[in-house]
């Protein structure tokens, strides 16, 4: 009970320095540590003493270990994976939307600006194709193309 | 018999929106269908609220497993009441993607609908662990709608929100985690009054709360939505208003309401919605754009819910359900007139408005209406919610409650009549209504490392499309409707009221 206690609270206050951090990458790497805290807690919510599989027919009730948290546990794990490559691939798409550097490195800027200044022609002549028309379904929408595909997976 | 129905409402969107990934890519099909899955929503929560209306409460044990095992969804009035009127919501803002020409992102309708399952399933369950499993269904397409379709500042914005939002989602499962370990169920019917017995659960409750209120985006809690909603398209920030904050406010009254028997919190409730108040009022005197200023409110009207949640008597609970329900279609309709303003002329920035009364009177006529109606002028909708809401905390004799959400009223016009000053009246600041394209664009303070393709304010001038304005009409004219012929409403939230007083009924169902 007590190594629980103490791996959740480790867990999260690596997990929250983690997400105070700039960057969406450390983030990310932050919201994998709070989500492993939050399962710990969770397992440790149908009590630590009964270990035994929750299968009927496999030995004495009394020692089985309580089956909804784990099912809540299974749950809460492909939720935080979904999560993660999703803000993976916010990080890679605005990595490729406004120049590699800008999501992990303040100073990156300059070398933002550079990218962006290539990608320029793009999304102008979209524009003046459709001028009257706010919405530009390539551009951006490429970039952020690839998680809500992934989320749809998940 | 419709008890067996009541997963409908959450498959159908859910498997329609998995469907339209699949087909191939047409705008038509995919407008269809969530339109006429959204109809259908609303078709059956109007049944709802029609079973319901004697106080009855429909609910169903997902697979036919025994009580404490299956996993239960409830409707009761209340339920039924913010069913219809997400419906509602989903509807208009479908209409207004179609007009605004964002749906034509291949992923945009799916998500909603995903988004829209979510918020249906939120108000159904009767679960708490099955809650947060609908909040997230909810929140991951929200944080792909935000940076997918979104303005110049999705990226900074996306980040706050998504942040932010994971963090209350790992409060929440911690809370519902903390709760299971303390009373070994998370069925709310299971819980009901527990809050109230052993000081273990009321603390574990708390927590859930806590990551509500965050979600609900509560003063000091709130600092994300202002952020944040104004940096996406229009469509979305109409979305969005009146579901995800929405979620967060009822999921908290049926929690308060059910685990706390409605005792215990009151002080803490008031003090967080005056300050809720009176912070969002404050804060949207700032804010030099329409939905800026429009997205400041709901943190403040966001008070006004909690403040009949901290009365917990039949008449504030009832205000507070009436006012819910007219609000999220009146606030609806402030930011579909601030949209459409965006589209016709390119930006929202009061600065680079005027004269908008001559050139586009209907939208004006709507403004004016909703405008009124949030700041809560008889004879429209918000005037009747605000009324009974303020009688019901003087019932109470919770004088300063009364003081300040007058106070805050008042401000809350001021603000309105700050937006009709700049964006209706007048002339454009290029002398003509509607002048030319080249004033408005790039204001100083947009992102500068913004590439320079920035739809939000390089649209041209055009008329307002009719989806657009048949949107913001159809969101302004319930104001109107429900401020003059307020009875049938109000009856129905006197019956969510009573049950939320007295859940006996909600319990029986949920626990049987």
Same mark, same amino acid.
């Given at each position: 009970?007590?190594?629980?206690?103490?791996?959740?609270?480790?867990?999260?206050?690596?997990?929250?320095?983690?997400?105070?951090?700039?960057?969406?990458?450390?983030?990310?790497?932050?919201?994998?540590?709070?989500g492993h805290a939050v399962n710990i807690l969770?397992?440790?919510?149908?009590? $630590?003493?009964?270990?035994?599989?929750?299968?009927?027919?496999?030995?004495? $009730?009394?020692?089985?270990?309580?089956?909804?948290?784990?099912?809540?546990?299974l749950t809460a794990i492909v939720i935080t994976?979904?999560?993660?490559?999703?803000?993976?691939?916010?990080?890679?798409?605005?990595?490729?939307?406004?120049?590699?550097?800008?999501?992990?490195?303040?100073?990156?800027?300059?070398? @933002?600006?550079?990218?962006?200044?290539?990608?320029?022609?793009?999304?102008?002549?979209?524009?003046?194709?459709?001028?009257?028309?706010?919405?530009?379904?390539?551009?951006?929408?490429? @970039?952020?193309?690839?998680?809500?595909?992934?989320? @749809?997976?998940? | 018999?419709?008890?067996?129905?009541?997963?409908?409402?959450?498959?159908?969107?859910?498997?329609?929106?998995?469907?339209?990934?699949?087909?191939?890519?047409?705008?038509?099909?995919?407008?269809?269908?969530?339109?006429?899955?959204?109809?259908?929503?609303?078709?059956?929560?109007?049944?709802?609220?029609?079973?319901?209306?004697?106080?009855?409460?429909?609910?169903?044990?997902?697979?036919?497993?025994?009580?404490?095992?299956?996993?239960?969804?409830?409707?009761?009035?209340?339920?039924?009441?913010?069913? %219809?009127?997400?419906?509602?919501?989903?509807?208009?803002?479908?209409?207004?993607?179609?007009?605004?020409?964002?749906?034509?992102?291949?992923?945009?309708?799916?998500?909603?609908?995903?988004?829209?399952?979510?918020?249906?399933?939120?108000?159904?369950?009767?679960? !708490?662990?099955?809650?947060?499993?609908?909040?997230?269904?909810?929140?991951?397409?929200?944080?792909?709608?935000?940076?997918?379709?979104?303005?110049? =500042?999705?990226?900074?914005?996306?980040?706050?929100?998504?942040?932010?939002?994971?963090?209350?989602?790992?409060?929440?499962?911690?809370?519902?985690?903390?709760?299971?370990?303390?009373?070994?169920?998370?069925?709310?019917?299971?819980?009901?009054?527990?809050?109230?017995?052993?000081?273990?659960a009321a603390l574990a409750t708390g927590v859930?709360?806590?990551?509500?209120?965050?979600?609900?985006?509560?003063?000091?809690?709130?600092?994300?939505?202002?952020?944040?909603?104004?940096?996406?398209?229009?469509?979305?920030?109409?979305?969005?208003?009146?579901?995800?904050?929405?979620?967060?406010?009822?999921?908290?009254?049926?929690?308060?309401?059910?685990?706390?028997?409605?005792?215990?919190?009151?002080?803490?409730?008031?003090?967080?919605?005056?300050?809720?108040?009176?912070?969002?009022?404050?804060?949207?005197?700032?804010?030099?754009?329409?939905?800026?200023?429009? %997205?400041?409110?709901?943190?403040?009207?966001?008070?006004?819910?909690? !403040?009949?949640?901290?009365?917990?008597?039949?008449?504030?609970?009832?205000?507070?359900?009436?006012?819910?329900?007219?609000?999220?279609?009146?606030?609806?309709?402030?930011?579909? %007139?601030?949209?459409?303003?965006?589209?016709?002329?390119?930006?929202?920035?009061?600065?680079?408005?005027?004269?908008?009364?001559?050139?586009?009177?209907?939208?004006?006529? %709507?403004?004016?209406?909703?405008?009124?109606?949030?700041?809560?002028?008889?004879?429209?909708?918000?005037?009747?919610?605000?009324?009974?809401?303020?009688?019901?905390?003087?019932?109470?004799?919770?004088?300063?409650?009364?003081?300040?959400?007058?106070?805050?009223?008042?401000?809350?016009?001021?603000?309105?009549?700050?937006?009709?000053?700049?964006?209706?009246?007048?002339?454009?600041? =290029?002398?003509?209504?509607?002048?030319?394209?080249?004033?408005?664009?790039?204001?100083?303070?947009?992102?500068?490392?913004?590439?320079?393709?920035?739809?939000?304010?390089?649209?041209?001038?055009?008329?307002?499309?009719?989806?657009?304005?048949?949107?913001?009409?159809?969101?302004?004219?319930?104001?109107?409707?429900?401020?003059?012929?307020?009875?049938?409403?109000?009856?129905?939230?006197?019956?969510?009221?009573?049950?939320?007083?007295?859940?006996?009924?909600?319990?029986?169902?949920?626990?049987?």
């Open positions: 009970m007590v190594t629980a206690a103490l791996a959740v609270g480790v867990l999260t206050a690596g997990g929250v320095f983690l997400v105070l951090r700039p960057g969406l990458v450390r983030i990310t790497f932050g919201f994998v540590l709070l969770l397992l440790t919510a149908g009590g $630590t003493d009964r270990r035994n599989p929750p299968l009927l027919g496999h030995g004495d $009730t009394a020692e089985m270990a309580d089956p909804l948290p784990q099912a809540f546990v994976f979904g999560i993660t490559v999703l803000l993976l691939g916010m990080a890679r798409a605005h990595a490729d939307w406004a120049g590699a550097a800008r999501t992990d490195r303040a100073d990156g800027e300059q070398a @933002g600006r550079h990218r962006g200044e290539r990608q320029r022609p793009r999304p102008r002549r979209a524009d003046t194709e459709s001028p009257g028309s706010p919405d530009r379904p390539n551009g951006g929408g490429r @970039g952020g193309e690839p998680h809500p595909r992934e989320e @749809g997976d998940s | 018999m419709i008890s067996t129905a009541l997963t409908l409402p959450v498959a159908v969107p859910l498997l329609a929106a998995g469907l339209l990934v699949l087909l191939p890519d047409s705008t038509g099909l995919r407008r269809w269908t969530a339109a006429v899955v959204s109809l259908g929503v609303l078709a059956f929560g109007v049944v709802l609220l029609v079973e319901t209306a004697d106080g009855t409460v429909v609910h169903q044990s997902v697979g036919g497993w025994p009580p404490g095992i299956a996993i239960v969804l409830a409707a009761d009035t209340l339920t039924a009441l913010m069913l %219809c009127v997400s419906a509602v919501l989903v509807l208009a803002s479908l209409a207004f993607a179609a007009g605004a020409r964002d749906d034509r992102e291949p992923l945009f309708l799916p998500l909603v609908l995903m988004l829209s399952a979510g918020v249906y399933g939120a108000f159904l369950t009767a679960d !708490l662990f099955n809650l947060f499993v609908f909040v997230e269904v909810m929140l991951v397409p929200s944080y792909a709608l935000l940076t997918v379709v979104g303005g110049p =500042d999705r990226w900074a914005a996306g980040r706050v929100y998504v942040t932010f939002s994971l963090l209350a989602s790992t409060a929440l499962l911690g809370g519902v985690g903390l709760l299971y370990g303390v009373m070994g169920t998370v069925n709310l019917g299971e819980l009901a009054g527990a809050a109230t017995r052993e000081t273990t859930v709360l806590l990551a509500l209120a965050a979600k609900a985006a509560v003063v000091p809690l709130h600092g994300w939505l202002p952020r944040c909603y104004p940096a996406t398209r229009p469509s979305v920030t109409l979305l969005f208003s009146g579901l995800l904050t929405k979620v967060g406010v009822y999921a908290i009254i049926r929690i308060y309401a059910v685990v706390f028997d409605g005792t215990g919190l009151g002080p803490v409730i008031m003090a967080a919605a005056l300050v809720t108040m009176v912070v969002g009022v404050l804060g949207a005197v700032g804010q030099p754009d329409m939905r800026g200023i429009l %997205c400041f409110h709901m943190v403040s009207q966001i008070g006004y819910l909690l !403040l009949a949640l901290a009365l917990f008597t039949e008449r504030g609970l009832a205000a507070g359900v009436f006012f819910l329900v007219q609000y999220v279609l009146v606030k609806a309709a402030l930011l579909a %007139c601030a949209g459409v303003v965006e589209h016709t002329h390119g930006t929202d920035r009061l600065e680079h408005l005027g004269g908008l009364s001559r050139s586009a009177p209907l939208l004006a006529g %709507c403004f004016l209406v909703a405008a009124f109606s949030l700041a809560g002028m008889p004879p429209l909708s918000g005037f009747t919610a605000k009324f009974a809401l303020l009688l019901a905390a003087a019932a109470q004799a919770e004088y300063l409650a009364v003081a300040v959400a007058a106070l805050v009223s008042l401000l809350t016009l001021t603000s309105m009549v700050k937006i009709w000053g700049a964006v209706f009246w007048g002339t454009a600041p =290029d002398g003509v209504p509607g002048g030319d394209a080249a004033g408005p664009r790039t204001p100083p303070d947009s992102a500068p490392d913004a590439p320079p393709d920035e739809p939000r304010r390089t649209a041209a001038r055009t008329r307002a499309r009719p989806a657009l304005l048949a949107a913001t009409v159809a969101l302004a004219v319930p104001s109107l409707v429900l401020g003059l012929f307020a009875e049938p409403l109000l009856t129905a939230a006197s019956t969510a009221a009573s049950g939320l007083i007295d859940p006996t009924g909600y319990v029986e169902a949920v626990t049987r």
